[in-house]
């Protein structure tokens, strides 16, 4: 018989990706998204493909509103729930602390508490972060390195993150956590990094934009490419066992590498359009992120296919297509 999934979150990045793989699958997808002023075209613009697909239901769902989930739990008995919804912003968790931490620790206690009361058969998957390992030095950093969070985002998903393991231990709840590094795609929300650099790249190129604001370039990501990564949430839930993975490519780059490269891509010289603004600088800084993913290569046979170099050209040709 196929197999039920909800996903929180399936307009965002991951949720879509996670969706059009389900789908390819065989799966019935229930997607969840929370009513918001933007129009609903805009708002589905991420899984504007698939919305006629007669194997996925949308379904209102605000996951700080423990009702709605237990609602949607009840309804369609899942056999699996990713939960991808999320204040995925970290310098905007500066500014919005309390909702952040409601939304990204309470979301993920509602949907256990849910699974544990009315499906505890269902598998469960947390999106767990590399941010939880904040400002350490130790590189590359794997399941052993030691947390140290640094940003009100960080400490509601590391706080999410040991109430999964809470679950699995005390009500045997298959609750996973993948503790995913950066992954982007074209898809990616226009405020965060990457993009921000590969649509101000193709706007600048095409002549629609002179200027790009950025803050600190020194700051070292492992970037990958969001396609891969929902591929490591499904093997995580296909396994015997419960338990925790790293997701990363392995390598490090600097926010300025990532810019030097697309811009070179481009054919443009960053020190003619990029200025240095204060404003992007966050209260404190994560240097230097760089994933050891050895456990899912060995575990689950999990290796990205896309590198640092292809990411960036795939979002940058995607942002030409979509400005001209
Ligand atoms: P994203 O693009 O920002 O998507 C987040 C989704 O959550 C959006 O659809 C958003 O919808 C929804 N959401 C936010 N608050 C909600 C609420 N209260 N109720 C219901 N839905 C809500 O994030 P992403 O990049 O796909 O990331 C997916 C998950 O992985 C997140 O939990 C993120 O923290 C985590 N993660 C991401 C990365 C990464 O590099 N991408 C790395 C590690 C972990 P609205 O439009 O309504 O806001
Ligand atoms: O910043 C620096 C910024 O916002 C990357 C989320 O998916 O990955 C993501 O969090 C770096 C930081 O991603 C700008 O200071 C410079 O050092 O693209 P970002 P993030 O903070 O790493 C983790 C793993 C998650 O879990 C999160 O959900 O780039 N930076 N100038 C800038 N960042 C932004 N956003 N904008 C700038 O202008």
Not at 292 to 310: H, I, T, V
């Amino acid at each position: 018989m196929n197999k039920t999934a909800i996903i929180t979150g399936i307009t965002g990045q991951d949720g879509s990706y996670l969706a059009d793989l389900l789908l390819e699958k065989g799966y019935t997808v229930i997607g969840t998204m929370r009513r918001t002023v933007s129009d609903f075209e805009d708002k589905t613009k991420n899984i504007s493909h698939i919305l006629d697909s007669s194997n996925l239901i949308l379904e209102e769902v605000d996951i700080t509103d423990s009702s709605s989930i237990y609602q949607v739990v009840n309804k369609y008995q899942p056999d699996e729930y990713y939960n991808l919804a999320a204040q995925s912003h970290v310098g905007t968790s500066f500014k919005t602390p309390v909702s952040t931490t409601d939304i990204n620790l309470m979301g993920c206690l509602y949907a256990l508490e849910a699974i544990r009361l009315q499906k505890p058969d269902c598998k469960f998957y947390q999106a767990s972060t590399s941010e939880m390992f904040g400002d350490n030095t130790v590189c590359p950093q794997g399941l052993g390195t030691h947390f140290s969070p640094v940003s009100p985002y960080a400490c509601a998903k590391l706080a999410a993150h040991h109430m999964v393991g809470t679950y699995r231990k005390s009500y045997n709840i298959f609750a996973s956590s993948g503790i995913l590094f950066n992954h982007e795609s074209p898809r990616r929300g226009e405020n965060f990094v990457t993009r921000k650099i590969t649509k101000a790249a193709a706007r600048i190129k095409l002549g629609l934009q002179k200027e790009l604001r950025l803050g600190n370039l020194e700051a070292q990501r492992d970037w990958g490419h969001a396609k891969d990564y929902v591929k490591g949430m499904w093997l995580m839930l296909q396994q015997d066992k419960a338990d925790d993975y790293v997701l990363a490519t392995g390598k490090t780059n600097s926010v300025q590498d990532f810019l030097d490269y697309v811009f070179d891509f481009a054919g443009l010289n960053p020190k003619d359009h990029v200025v240095i603004d204060p404003k992007f600088y966050r209260p404190c800084e994560v240097p230097k992120l760089w994933g050891d993913p050895s456990k899912a290569n060995r575990k689950l046979g999990w290796y990205p296919e896309y590198d640092f170099k292809r990411l960036a050209i795939e979002m940058y040709e995607e942002d030409v297509r979509q400005a001209t």
